[in-house]
């Protein structure tokens, strides 16, 4: 085999078994951040739909939201049931729990942006060769103060969970923008807000509130 089709041969072998870099895994792409949809009515409904395209930037108002968004994550491990069909089962269904977040001001100014934490997602699992919505508040618990209103937050994340077999891993990262802004209904004007009317007080007027 000559340098270059063992080299060739490394490469794919590597993609297949899922690549990583700093403990980051390519074969768990997040392949889109899908902001959040409310439906109305007596109460508020919210959903992820992953035919949703993803925007540019969504507005952060924390008397108004928690930066709640979904991550489209595709699994593309490798059915490890192959390799002993009778007697083993595919374990390279993912299930994430944490999503690592860092934080970043863009321009960076006189305040320094929160620290990196971890955040709790909803329960999802994601059997290897599908994909499915993970979906979590971006900046809960997380204080976003002293910072004027438009300012762009650059948030930097990744998921880690583990496979059925029990072994942590980690999906690859992404990046998605929020503005900062403070203004009130700064942060209703989307598919994420919807009108809603409480049946209880009787004659209780609408208001819109927030899956965002």
């Known amino acids: ?105 863009v321009p960076h100014g006189t305040v320094d942006p929160p620290k990196p934490t971890e955040i709790p997602v909803a329960a999802s699992t994601i059997p290897s060769g599908t994909t499915a919505v993970v979906g979590f508040p971006m900046f809960l618990g997380v204080p976003v103060t002293g910072i004027a209103n438009n300012q762009v937050i650059r948030t930097t994340f990744y998921l880690k969970g583990q496979l059925l077999d029990g072994s942590w891993v980690r999906s690859s990262e992404r990046e998605y923008l929020f503005r900062f802004c403070n203004t009130p209904g700064c942060g209703l004007d989307g598919t994420w807000a919807a009108s809603v009317t409480p049946a209880t007080p009787p004659g209780a007027l609408p208001q819109v509130k927030s899956c965002l």
């Open 1 to 105: 085999m000559t340098k270059t089709l063992k080299a060739a041969f490394i490469l794919a072998v590597a993609a297949g078994a899922g690549c990583k870099t700093d403990g980051l895994n390519g074969s768990l792409p997040i392949l889109a951040v899908i902001p959040p949809k409310a439906t109305g009515g007596a109460v508020l409904s919210c959903s992820f739909e992953t035919g949703s395209g993803e925007l540019t930037e969504l507005p952060y108002n924390p008397a108004e939201n928690i930066g709640s968004v979904g991550l489209l994550v595709e699994n593309n491990l490798l059915d490890n049931s192959t390799i002993s069909p009778q007697f083993r089962l595919n374990t390279a269904t993912y299930q994430p729990y944490t999503a690592v977040v860092t934080y970043e001001y």
